[in-house]
């Protein structure tokens, strides 16, 4: 059965950093390409960032360049996102995807497997 379970969400003042894990019970981990993606209230759930199952590409959300690092620890089979300078307008849930086949699409729909979320939120 698989499964992603977040955790390191929670209250940051602005400027603050964050580190979030997500750890995944998936037999091929090490293939499948990793996601984090955030939904804030009332707007639809897009990709922060992303890395494939090579560690060659990464892509990251325009808005969190230079700021948020993704990275994955396939012994553990956990996927983490460093959240550093972080800003008011981070504040959401932060879900965990995985993708079993295929490298970094930005979608939802092309992410088979996908956490229950982990609530990030940065006062001002």
């Known amino acids: 059965q698989v499964q992603l379970v977040e955790s390191g969400g929670g209250l940051v003042q602005a400027g603050g950093s964050l580190r979030l894990s997500c750890a995944a019970s998936?037999?091929?981990?090490?293939?499948?390409?990793m996601a984090w993606f955030r939904q804030a209230p009332g707007k639809e759930r897009s990709l922060v960032a992303s890395?494939?199952?090579?560690?060659?590409?990464?892509y990251y959300a325009d808005s969190v360049k230079g700021r948020f690092t993704i990275s994955r620890d396939n012994a553990e089979k956990t996927v983490y996102l460093q959240m550093n300078s972080l800003k008011p307008e981070d504040t959401a849930v932060y879900y965990c995807?995985?993708?079993?086949?295929?490298?970094?699409?930005?979608?939802?729909?092309?992410?088979?497997?996908w956490g229950q979320g982990t609530q990030v939120t940065v006062s001002s």
């Open positions: 998936i037999r091929a981990f090490s293939s499948s390409t």
């Open positions: 995807a995985a993708r079993f086949r295929g490298d970094v699409v930005l979608g939802v729909r092309g992410y088979d497997a």
């Open positions: 890395i494939n199952g090579g560690d060659v590409n990464t």
